[in-house]
C-alpha cells in the first residue's frame, strides 16, 4: 500500500511507515508481561486478540488512489420522445455480435453451460495466482539470490526473536529484566528505520551494500553475544541487532525495486516473505531442539550468525548476477539482429538471381 501512496521517497515512505512495530515491540512487550502476570496468558491472548481486530479497521480505510471503476457500456439510447430504446444488432461491432451470439447458444445447452463453469472457475484461479505471482519473475537469477537472502536472514531473525528472551533467562536474569530486551530492540528499531529509509532513498549509496552491511553486523553480534552473559552485554547486542534489523527489513522493498523494477516490486516482496515464513516454521523448533540437546543456546545462535553472513555474502553478489544477465541479454539481441540482416541480404540476392 505504501508503494500505491509513494513513489519518489518510497524508502523514506516505508521507514516511517514501518518504525509503527518499532513502537508497538516496544511497548507490548512490557506490557504484555504484566497482563501475563495479572491475567495468566489465556487472558492476555484474549486481549491482544481484541486489539489486533481493530486493525481491520484501520486496513478498511487504506483505498488505492485513483480507484475509479469504469461502468460497462450500455448499448441503449433515448429517442426524442424520451423514451428508452434499445439499439439494434446492426449497430453493434462484430466482435460484441459474436460474443451475445455465443453466450446466447451456451444458455440454451446445458451441457455447454457446465463447461462454461469449469473453465470460469479455472480463469478465476488463474486470475488469482497472476495477482499474487509474476512468471516472468522466475526467469530472472537475481530473484533467486534475493529469494535466497529472504530466507537466510529469516533464519537468524526467527532464532533472535523467539528464543533471546529465553536465553536471557539462562543467563539469570530476572524475567522483569528479559522483558526489557524485546522493548529496547522495539525501540531501537523505532529510530533505526526512519534513517535507514533516508539512507536507502541517497543515490550516492549502493542499496545492495547497505543490506549486506546490515544483514553482517546482525549476524556478527549474534555470535558475539554467545560469550557476553551480563544485563548491559546482552542489552548493547539487542540494540545493535534492532538497529540493522530495522535496516534490512527496510531495504528488502528497496532491493527489490533497484533489481527487478518497480512494477513488480510487490511481486518480488511477496515471495519473499513467502520463503521467510516457510523458513520461520522450521526454524523455531529447530533452534529450540538445538538448544535441548546441547544444553545451551551456543549453537542456535551460531546458526543465527553463520545465516546472516552467508545472506550478506549473497547480497553482494547480486549487482554481478545483474550485470553478467545484462551482458548476456544485449550479446542474444545482438545475434538476433545480425542474423536478420544477413537473413535479408540473403533473401535480396536470391531475389536478384531470380530476375536476371
Given at each position: 500500500?505504501?508503494?500505491?501512496?509513494?513513489?519518489?521517497?518510497?524508502?523514506?515512505?516505508?521507514?516511517?511507515?514501518?518504525?509503527?512495530?518499532?513502537?508497538?515491540?516496544?511497548?507490548?512487550?512490557?506490557?504484555?508481561?504484566?497482563?501475563?502476570?495479572?491475567?495468566?496468558?489465556?487472558?492476555?491472548?484474549?486481549?491482544?486478540?481484541?486489539?489486533?481486530?481493530?486493525l481491520c479497521v484501520a486496513g478498511a480505510l487504506l483505498r488505492p488512489l485513483n480507484n475509479t471503476q469504469t461502468k460497462p457500456k450500455?448499448?441503449?439510447?433515448?429517442?426524442?420522445?424520451?423514451?428508452?430504446?434499445?439499439?439494434?444488432?446492426?449497430?453493434?461491432?462484430?466482435?460484441?455480435?459474436?460474443?451475445?451470439?455465443?453466450?446466447?447458444?451456451?444458455?440454451?445447452?446445458?451441457?455447454?453451460?457446465?463447461?462454461?463453469?469449469?473453465?470460469?472457475?479455472?480463469?478465476?484461479?488463474?486470475?488469482?495466482?497472476?495477482?499474487?505471482?509474476?512468471?516472468?519473475?522466475?526467469?530472472?537469477?537475481?530473484?533467486?539470490?534475493?529469494?535466497?537472502?529472504?530466507?537466510?536472514?529469516?533464519?537468524?531473525?526467527?532464532?533472535?526473536?523467539?528464543?533471546?528472551?529465553?536465553?536471557?533467562?539462562?543467563?539469570?536474569?530476572?524475567?522483569?529484566?528479559?522483558?526489557?530486551?524485546?522493548?529496547?530492540?522495539?525501540?531501537?528499531?523505532?529510530?533505526?528505520?526512519?534513517?535507514?529509509?533516508?539512507?536507502?532513498?541517497?543515490?550516492?549509496?549502493?542499496?545492495?551494500?547497505?543490506?549486506?552491511?546490515?544483514?553482517?553486523?546482525?549476524?556478527?553480534?549474534?555470535?558475539?553475544?554467545?560469550?557476553?552473559?551480563?544485563?548491559?552485554?546482552?542489552?548493547?547486542?539487542?540494540?545493535?541487532?534492532?538497529?540493522?534489523?530495522?535496516?534490512?527489513?527496510?531495504?528488502?522493498?528497496?532491493?527489490?525495486?533497484?533489481?527487478?523494477?518497480?512494477?513488480?516490486?510487490?511481486?518480488?516482496?511477496?515471495?519473499?516473505?513467502?520463503?521467510?515464513?516457510?523458513?520461520?516454521?522450521?526454524?523455531?523448533?529447530?533452534?529450540?531442539?538445538?538448544?535441548?540437546?546441547?544444553?545451551?543456546?551456543?549453537?542456535?545462535?551460531?546458526?543465527?550468525?553463520?545465516?546472516?553472513?552467508?545472506?550478506?555474502?549473497?547480497?553482494?553478489?547480486?549487482?554481478?548476477?545483474?550485470?553478467?544477465?545484462?551482458?548476456?541479454?544485449?550479446?542474444?539481441?545482438?545475434?538476433?539482429?545480425?542474423?536478420?540482416?544477413?537473413?535479408?541480404?540473403?533473401?535480396?540476392?536470391?531475389?536478384?538471381?531470380?530476375?536476371?
Amino acid at each position: 500500500m505504501v508503494g500505491l501512496y509513494f513513489k519518489h521517497r518510497l524508502p523514506l515512505a516505508i521507514g516511517l511507515a514501518m518504525a509503527g512495530s518499532g513502537a508497538g515491540q516496544f511497548v507490548l512487550s512490557i506490557v504484555t508481561q504484566l497482563m501475563v502476570d495479572r491475567y495468566g496468558w489465556r487472558g492476555t491472548v484474549m486481549i491482544l486478540a481484541a486489539m489486533s481486530a481493530n486493525l481491520c479497521v484501520a486496513g478498511a480505510l487504506l483505498r488505492p488512489l485513483n480507484n475509479t471503476q469504469t461502468k460497462p457500456k450500455q448499448y441503449e439510447s433515448i429517442s426524442s420522445n424520451g423514451i428508452l430504446e434499445s439499439i439494434e444488432m446492426d449497430t453493434l461491432n462484430r466482435q460484441t455480435r459474436h460474443i451475445i451470439t455465443r453466450n446466447s447458444e451456451i444458455g440454451v445447452q446445458n451441457g455447454e453451460r457446465s463447461a462454461q463453469k469449469k473453465l470460469g472457475c479455472v480463469h478465476s484461479i488463474k486470475l488469482f495466482l497472476q495477482s499474487l505471482y509474476d512468471a516472468s519473475l522466475f526467469k530472472e537469477p537475481v530473484f533467486y539470490l534475493i529469494l535466497l537472502t529472504g530466507v537466510f536472514h529469516a533464519v537468524g531473525q526467527t532464532i533472535v526473536i523467539i528464543h533471546m528472551v529465553k536465553r536471557a533467562l539462562e543467563f539469570r536474569l530476572s524475567s522483569t529484566l528479559s522483558s526489557f530486551i524485546p522493548a529496547l530492540m522495539g525501540l531501537s528499531q523505532l529510530t533505526a528505520r526512519p534513517l535507514w529509509g533516508a539512507l536507502g532513498n541517497s543515490d550516492k549509496l549502493a542499496k545492495y551494500a547497505l543490506y549486506a552491511f546490515c544483514m553482517a553486523v546482525c549476524g556478527i553480534s549474534s555470535i558475539i553475544s554467545n560469550y557476553t552473559k551480563s544485563f548491559t552485554a546482552q542489552l548493547l547486542y539487542i540494540v545493535v541487532f534492532g538497529f540493522c534489523f530495522g535496516g534490512y527489513i527496510i531495504l528488502i522493498p528497496v532491493v527489490v525495486t533497484h533489481f527487478l523494477g518497480a512494477k513488480r516490486m510487490g511481486y518480488g516482496i511477496t515471495c519473499v516473505i513467502q520463503g521467510q515464513g516457510v523458513t520461520a516454521l522450521f526454524i523455531g523448533p529447530l533452534a529450540g531442539w538445538m538448544r535441548d540437546s546441547s544444553g545451551a543456546y551456543d549453537s542456535s545462535f551460531w546458526l543465527c550468525g553463520i545465516a546472516f553472513l552467508i545472506a550478506a555474502i549473497i547480497a553482494l553478489f547480486l549487482p554481478v548476477v545483474d550485470k553478467m544477465v545484462m551482458k548476456r541479454r544485449k550479446t542474444s539481441v545482438s545475434k538476433r539482429k545480425t542474423f536478420r540482416a544477413g537473413l535479408s541480404i540473403n533473401l535480396r540476392i536470391s531475389e536478384f538471381m531470380t530476375t536476371v
